[in-house]
């Protein structure tokens, strides 16, 4: 898990149900509503819905009001600070190699 503070990337806020989205400065567009979001750019796809957030057609887990969602550094999730990597790929790296 990688811990960073005070990241000063370019790149613009959108919020959606109490969550605060920085994104990259890429160029594309997407919208959002009380409880949802969603944004299609060149590099990234971010979809927030029900609760869930997926980046790039991953799954990055649950965020809740309140969530900070940081996107500017690109092949990069942060959730309050605290970079998350997708679902399936944790999953992945808890099981040992030679099986459970």
Same mark, same amino acid.
């Given at each position: 898990? @990688?811990? &960073?503070?005070?990241?000063?990337?370019?790149?613009?806020? @959108?919020?959606?149900?109490?969550?605060?989205? *920085?994104?990259?400065? !890429?160029?594309?567009? /997407?919208?959002?509503?009380?409880?949802?979001?969603?944004?299609? /750019? *060149?590099? &990234?796809?971010?979809?927030?819905?029900?609760? *869930?957030? @997926?980046?790039?057609?991953? !799954?990055?887990?649950? &965020?809740?009001?309140? !969530?900070?969602?940081?996107?500017?550094?690109?092949?990069?999730?942060?959730?309050?600070? &605290?970079?998350?990597?997708?679902?399936? *790929?944790?999953?992945?790296?808890?099981?040992?190699?030679?099986?459970?």
């Amino acid at each position: 898990m @990688r811990h &960073i503070s005070q990241r000063n990337f370019p790149g613009r806020t @959108r919020s959606a149900g109490g969550v605060t989205f *920085k994104m990259p400065t !890429d160029s594309g567009g /997407g919208g959002s509503s009380d409880n949802e979001f969603h944004f299609n /750019g *060149k590099k &990234i796809r971010v979809l927030y819905e029900a609760g *869930k957030l @997926r980046v790039n057609d991953q !799954d990055f887990g649950s &965020i809740a009001k309140g !969530d900070t969602v940081d996107l500017r550094l690109l092949g990069h999730v942060f959730v309050n600070n &605290i970079e998350r990597h997708p679902a399936n *790929k944790e999953a992945e790296q808890a099981v040992p190699p030679n099986g459970p």
